[in-house]
């Protein structure tokens, strides 16, 4: 059985529902993942994971017990808040003791796990500190050792590293892996920042407007978006309207409106004259002054480079097709001797293999 | 990056800015307090005052010094302080003063602390109301109010027929409230409140909710949420809103005046009858540097035990 269990969860706030009959589980040592924008819904469900909000109806099953009444002190979770809320008025060493001072355990234990845990985040040289005296980066790391020290069954992470700076987030990240590997205990991390939530997931729920739209492990989600709106959160992706022409066993025909007919991977449910997209990511797409057309799986079309946003390792590439639709493409610059490889209004053709986008039936 | 430009020249802005109030306390602080510890080694005067030191020659007019090297023992003393340690009196007026002002400030901030609380938790608007609310009794005058409370206490108010009537079913004596040491305990704390709010207030306000969150979290109950998260982050608030009751608590003479009865008679009390009906201003200067200097004792043991706790830690 799953450790945690979210069973058909409801909470209102008035008028708003904020959770919409979510139901999810996830299992013990996963780094589980609720991405979605600010207002969907992930904050309230992580604080009626910590109790500080109780469901409106539904189930929240940890270990086996129904938790949804129980309070944030007697539930064996805990969360590494926002703003990391370490107590000013304590030392490192007395931030981290503080859930074991206040389970009531022993001397001796006390200052044996403080020891191990200010390890476990390399701040043993910093104990005597008080947190105004620290980095944003070791803060961050006494509010997770303070989180973890007496072994909760679940820790929340409620977007920890949005406080801190691009290169520091990216450090912290693999910090974050690296401890959930070692600790074994399961994380349940919310954040609206998508590349975070690929980089550090076992499995993501995409949340929009109360609800799931997706629960996937992170390249299904990227790969396989079963939503405009995931596919259109989660990286950049082309979404190109079309309609189904044709169902095949393998292949499937969509007429992609005002510029012609594409072949793609079938999707279950699809019947001729259904509407959807195509999502195309921009790195799944061929450019170049010409292509061969040698391949029958590829489908080309013809366009004018319309922008390019040159990003150092890359450029991305929005080229025009002839009936005025825009789409993205990207070219690693990776060409020996040269900067990039097109210039605005160079001619280029457009080619893309029949399994590199994925269909959304609208 | 050059320097901001002040329109008076930074160097000597500040003392521009700071000389007014300097000035002002020179003259009516440091330069009458230096004079009143002098007087406390004079000797008084026949009919008040102290013993001139300065006299006119009758001959020749002019204003002359009697003070000499050979006769000082004229005019300087010890005995006014030795009057103080004399009478054991003394001391115990002392002690219950600090008594008065000590039980003051204790209800005070019992008081206090769930009203600053409360208010701190309030809605934008209500919290400005109820801050509105506790300074108002500071827009009529304090001696009126203590008037209000000699009637609200008297023999005749409601409130003490109320009680007497009460206490009467149980067959106990009427009690007298006015002019006895409950009286002048009531006044004290009433006096006072706001001074213990204002500060409590202030601190509590600033408070980040966020971490009695995280203490609940992390496995406290509602007590030890109080304990170790809302009350030491308090403290600074508390000491301010202790100093701001306990000091002048401790000299009032106004409300024991008013209120209390013979024998709640506090240093104030002391200070103002030597000044005003004894008119002995040495040894009423004497009161004075002793009140002061308990002070300043207390407040540095109050320090020294302040540190001394934090180092344990």
Not at chain 1, 84 to 89: D, K, S, T
Not at chain 1, 254 to 270: D, K, M, N, R
Request: hydrophobic share 50%; charged share 20%; glycine share 8%.
């Amino acid at each position: 059985m799953a450790l945690l269990e979210i069973r058909d969860v409801v909470k209102r706030f008035g008028d708003f529902t904020a959770v919409n009959h979510v139901s999810l589980a996830v299992e013990a040592g996963e780094f589980f993942t609720l991405l979605g924008p600010s207002g969907c819904g992930k904050t309230t469900l992580l604080r009626m994971l910590a109790g500080f909000e109780q469901p409106d109806s539904g189930e929240i099953v940890l270990d086996g017990q129904n938790v949804a009444s129980v309070p944030p002190e007697k539930r064996p979770v805990h969360t590494v808040f926002q703003n990391y809320a370490l107590f000013p008025h304590m030392t490192v060493a007395q931030n981290i003791a503080f859930p074991l001072k206040m389970a009531g355990a022993a001397t001796d234990e006390i200052n044996r796990r403080v020891a191990e845990l200010l390890e476990d985040v390399r701040l043993q040289d910093f104990a005597k500190r008080y947190p105004h005296e620290l980095s944003g980066g070791q803060r961050q790391r006494v509010a997770i050792a303070r989180a973890l020290v007496n072994r909760p069954k679940l820790l929340l992470l409620d977007e920890p590293l949005s406080a801190l700076d691009a290169k520091l987030r990216e450090q912290m990240q693999i910090e974050l892996i690296t401890l959930q590997k070692e600790v074994g205990i399961t994380f349940v991390y919310v954040t609206h920042d998508q590349g975070e939530a690929l980089a550090l997931s076992h499995r993501i729920a995409v949340m929009n407007q109360g609800q799931v739209e997706q629960l996937d492990a992170p390249e299904q989600i990227y790969s396989y978006p079963k939503s405009r709106f995931v596919a259109d959160f989660i990286g950049q992706c082309n979404l190109l309207d079309a309609s189904v022409t044709e169902v095949g066993a393998e292949r499937m025909t969509l007429e992609i409106s005002g510029v012609g007919a594409c072949h793609t991977l079938p999707v279950a449910g699809a019947q001729p004259g259904q509407k959807g997209c195509l999502a195309l990511r921009p790195e799944k797409i061929k450019l170049g002054a010409s292509l061969p057309a040698d391949d029958s799986d590829e489908v080309h079309f013809k366009g004018r480079v319309h922008d390019c946003l040159y990003l150092g390792d890359v450029t991305i590439y929005i080229v025009e097709l002839d009936n005025g639709m825009l789409v993205e493409t990207m070219l690693p610059n990776s060409a020996p001797g040269r900067a990039k490889f097109f210039d605005d209004n160079d001619l280029v053709e457009l080619a893309w293999r029949f399994d590199a986008g994925h269909f959304i039936l609208a | 990056m050059s320097k901001p430009v002040y329109g008076l020249g930074g160097r000597y802005a500040k003392w521009l800015i700071s000389a007014p109030p300097l000035l002002y306390l020179l003259l009516f602080f440091a330069i009458p307090a230096l004079i009143m510890v002098f007087a406390a080694f004079r000797f008084p005067g026949d009919y008040g005052g102290l013993v001139p030191l300065v006299d006119v020659n009758p001959d020749t007019g002019a204003r002359e010094l009697l003070l000499t090297a050979e006769n000082w023992r004229d005019f300087l003393t010890f005995e006014n302080f030795g009057r103080f340690f004399e009478d054991s009196i003394y001391l115990e007026l002392f002690l219950k003063s600090f008594w008065y002002a000590g039980l003051t400030t204790l209800i005070c901030l019992v008081l206090a602390y769930p009203l600053s609380w409360l208010i701190a938790r309030s809605g934008k608007k209500t919290r400005d109301l109820l801050v509105l609310l506790v300074i108002l009794p500071f827009w009529s005058n304090f001696l009126i109010r203590v008037y209000a409370w000699m009637i609200i206490l008297g023999p005749q108010s409601y409130f003490s027929r109320v009680l007497n009537g009460f206490l009467g079913i149980f067959g106990i004596e009427p009690v007298s409230l006015l002019f006895s040491q409950f009286a002048v305990i009531i006044g004290l704390v009433y006096v006072h409140l706001p001074f213990m709010v204002l500060p409590l207030y202030a601190n509590l306000e600033k408070h980040d909710m966020s971490l009695l969150d995280a203490a609940q979290d992390l496995g406290a109950n509602a007590w030890q949420r109080f304990w170790k998260v809302t009350w030491p982050l308090s403290l600074p608030g508390v000491w301010a809103g202790v100093a701001l009751v306990f000091i002048p608590a401790l000299g009032m003479f106004a409300i024991p005046d008013l209120l209390g009865g013979t024998n709640s008679m506090m240093i104030g009390n002391l200070i103002k009858q030597q000044f005003l009906d004894s008119r002995d201003w040495p040894f009423g200067s004497v009161l004075s540097i002793m009140l002061t200097l308990s002070v300043l004792l207390l407040a540095a043991v109050a320090a020294w035990a302040g540190s001394r706790h934090k180092k344990k830690d």
